[in-house]
């Protein structure tokens, strides 16, 4: 037999007049829980990003002769250009070079008076679009046995040592999620069930006088969804708050590291429905289980 | 309508409640189930709407073994079997009128039945001044014919009535009694378990007699003693 939508409303309706303060004491589990669980999901999410953004800086450097000839930089800067691994490079000439090992070796004069531009080696700075350092190593390796070419040095160790950093702190931060999600689930879970407890005879008169099981259910269902609903929406503005007071201490120039951490709104938002999925879902199979276990009059 | 046959009911394989009864209730019979606290009266009752099932033997409603029932089917069982309860189990949030609705809302009934059937049982039951009422703003008598209204408002064809003057006075009583006989008269069977002699004596319909488990006696028109004597 069909549930009548109208029985449905009036029933939350009533369960939700009636039991005000567990009803509340749920969202407000549901709300802490998942602003918690979100916010665990945006620093990961931060880390991911912040790495991304370091790795998508290293550069390996093409040292060519000093006396190569224009032909062979024109082969080099061909096979840079070609290449659709490499983002860009910029070239810096002799000129350039004895600028910087000005700059380098400002306080020792002894140094500079020894160097003259003709000596150095003109470089170009390539800039790869990926961050990995085995493709970074190929690369790198094409550039080496080119005529003209003196040296290529490219930070191996850097990157993978940021590789494996960053890959241990994404995990890490996606153990803590799933940690945070795991207790946010049972104390939802929890919460629902001592308000149903608390309504467990309603529940055996609803059976005596002839009710399904759906019948009991479905309210109780729609019930959670709502508290699930609302504690899910009520962790958006935290989420938001979280990454906007972020972005606050960028803009103050307190921790330059932050400011990779700063997540675009998009992904907030992506988040934020996530987030409010959990919540419903959480709300819809807790009631469910909760119910249950008191149907059997 | 109602049939017991060599019914044994054993709680967690240790506590006798019921062993080898068997009989047959007719439709539109009044029946009291006498015998002291623990005889198995309550037992007996909750066999017949489900509420627990036999060990042995084979319990018979309209021509269903209830034992055998899907789960899925007990709650049409249950709206041919309406129930009342010495502590009257009414939904202490709902108004009277909401608690005899709710027996209505569950089997499907639309909202203009509801409206139409709900306050001419209130009627019947001397409530229909109490429609909005809270059980808790209501007498013990009170409570318990609104119990009687919700589980009568489906026109089942039995009644189940578990000490329903358990908790009230003599005058009160006999309100509740005479409500019940007028439910028996419109053709509903009654089963009341009871250990109220007066009533019993008073009424003077078929008597079982239950006695630690077992069916001691069966009789028309039968009277009752509360230190254990039937007559």
Redesign the interface.
């Known amino acids: 037999m069909a549930v009548s939508l109208g029985y449905v409303f009036r029933e939350t309706r009533g369960n939700l007049r009636w039991n005000v303060t567990l009803f509340a004491a749920t969202i407000v589990a549901v709300w802490v829980s998942l602003t918690l669980f979100g916010s665990s999901l945006l620093i990961r999410e931060g880390v991911e990003q912040a790495t991304g953004r370091w790795q998508g800086g290293i550069e390996f450097i093409v040292f060519m002769n000093a006396d190569a000839e224009e032909a062979q930089h024109a082969a080099v800067r061909s096979a840079l250009e070609e290449n659709p691994e490499i983002g860009g490079y910029d070239y810096v000439d002799q000129q350039g070079a004895f600028n910087e090992f000005i700059t380098e070796f400002a306080d020792r004069p002894e140094l500079i008076e020894n160097v003259t531009p003709e000596i150095l080696p003109p470089s170009y700075r390539v800039k790869p679009t990926v961050g990995d350092a085995d493709v970074i190593e190929a690369l790198a390796a094409q550039f080496e046995t080119r005529p003209g070419v003196r040296q290529v040095t490219l930070p191996v160790e850097v990157i993978r040592t940021l590789q494996q950093n960053s890959q241990k702190v994404s995990v890490f931060v996606l153990v803590i999620a799933i940690v945070v999600l795991l207790a946010a689930l049972m104390l939802i879970a929890n919460t629902i069930r001592t308000a149903i407890f608390a309504r467990r005879q309603d529940i055996e008169v609803m059976k005596l006088v002839g009710a399904s099981n759906w019948y009991v259910r479905l309210p109780f269902m729609v019930e959670g969804t709502v508290q699930g609903v609302i504690g899910g929406a009520l962790a958006i503005p935290m989420l938001f708050l979280m990454n906007n007071l972020m972005a606050g201490f960028v803009q103050e120039d307190y921790l330059e590291l932050l400011r990779s951490l700063v997540v675009d709104s998009a992904v907030v938002w992506n988040t934020s429905l996530l987030v409010t999925g959990i919540g419903a879902a959480v709300g819809v199979l807790g009631s469910l289980f909760a119910v249950g276990r008191f149907l059997d009059v | 309508m109602i049939e017991l046959d060599q019914v044994t009911k054993i709680y967690k394989g240790e506590v006798l409640a019921l062993y080898g009864v068997s009989c047959k209730i007719s439709k539109g019979e009044f029946v009291f189930l006498v015998g002291p606290s623990g005889s198995g009266k309550s037992t007996f009752l909750k066999l017949l709407?489900r509420?627990e099932t036999a060990d042995q033997g084979a319990v018979w409603i309209a021509g269903k073994e209830v034992g055998a029932l899907p789960r899925?089917s007990v709650?049409?069982?249950?709206?041919l079997v309406g129930?009342i309860f010495q502590d009257f189990?009414?939904?202490p949030?709902?108004t009277v009128y909401e608690n005899v609705a709710?027996?209505l809302?569950?089997?499907?009934r639309s909202?203009h039945q509801v409206r139409t059937q709900v306050p001419s049982l209130l009627e019947l039951v001397g409530l229909s001044k109490k429609t909005h009422s809270f059980p808790h703003e209501l007498s013990g008598g009170e409570q318990q014919r609104v119990s009687i209204a919700?589980?009568f408002v489906?026109r089942p064809p039995i009644l189940l009535a578990d000490e329903p003057t358990g908790n009230l006075d003599g005058d009160t009583s006999n309100g509740i009694m005479r409500l019940l006989a007028e439910i028996n008269k419109r053709g509903t069977t009654v089963v009341m378990a009871t250990h109220d002699q007066h009533i019993v004596n008073a009424a003077r319909r078929r008597v079982l007699r239950l006695d630690r488990g077992r069916l001691t006696g069966d009789e028309a028109r039968g009277r009752y003693t509360a230190a254990g004597r039937y007559t």
Do not use: I, M
Request: a positive charge; hydrophobic letters at 30%.
């Open positions: 709407n509420q899925s709650p049409k069982l249950r709206r129930c189990k009414l939904l949030n709902r709710f027996a809302e569950v089997t499907g909202r919700r589980a489906n």
